[in-house]
């Protein structure tokens, strides 16, 4: 099966090509550019480098979240547009389970997921690994730090950390002296290939059916419910 991933829930943005679970071609850019502007392009100078159309393809994989609610809807965006133009499925993936492949050959180690979700959270998913498989140990969820180093403490187990929250996660294990490492930098970021990776295997689906998932609402949603809630309290007084 030959399929093309798409990957921009954080400030990387990213397009892979792979056949059979075998990396053919991975564009990669985080140059801070807006993804809307980046992520399309790359996909076209990537096929056309391989001398492939939409047609030869066999489904496009997405990250559709957790991460930046406008680089989530850019990568899920793009997706529908290169299904639809060509009438192929669709298949999502968590952003989290496909950074986690960046860690697959740390068997032994609690892979721990860690996007900054601001407002004192990460978003986070936690596997564990035979070097070849993931198994996954929670769902995606949108925590405090805290909650996971009281989790950390109570396994006893090494943390492998992965993603924009890592840094965050390690100095703050590194402050309860927890055993842990961090990803270096090219391991570090979301990767289109990890999409590629986690799609193995998964369902492909109509491409209209793709929904991103954010896990919390966005500020404008938090921001409008507060409106509300105001307004009600002054209808109530």
């Not at 799609?199 to 500020?219: C, F, H, M, N, V």
Request: net charge negative; with cysteine; charged share 25%.
């Amino acid at each position: 099966m030959r399929i093309l991933s798409v990957e921009s829930s954080a400030k990387a943005a990213s397009v892979a090509l792979s056949e059979d679970g075998r990396l053919i071609s991975q564009y990669f850019s985080a140059s801070q550019l807006t993804h809307s502007k980046t992520l399309l392009k790359m996909a076209e100078d990537m096929l056309s480098n391989q001398e492939l159309s939409m047609q030869d393809i066999d489904a496009v994989a997405v990250a559709i979240g957790p991460g930046s609610f406008t680089g989530v809807r850019i990568g899920v965006a793009a997706a529908k547009g290169l299904c639809w133009g060509a009438d192929k499925p669709a298949i999502g993936v968590s952003t989290l389970e496909a950074m986690a492949y960046q860690g697959i050959d740390r068997a032994g180690s609690v892979i721990c997921a860690c996007m900054d979700a601001r407002r004192s959270e990460i978003y986070n998913a936690l596997f564990e690994t035979d070097g070849e498989n993931l198994v996954r140990l929670c769902e995606d969820r949108a925590v405090p730090i805290d909650i996971i180093v009281e989790e950390a403490k109570k396994s006893k187990k090494n943390y492998f950390f992965l993603g924009d929250g890592a840094k965050l996660c390690y100095n703050r294990f590194s402050e309860e002296g927890i055993p842990c490492a961090i990803a270096p930098e090219p391991m570090l970021l979301q990767t289109a290939w990890g999409v590629s990776r986690a799609a193995i295997g998964k369902q492909a689906e109509d491409a209209q059916d793709l929904t991103p998932r954010y896990l919390r609402l966005s500020q404008a949603e938090r921001e409008r419910n507060e409106r509300l809630r105001r307004e009600n309290k002054n209808t109530e007084d």
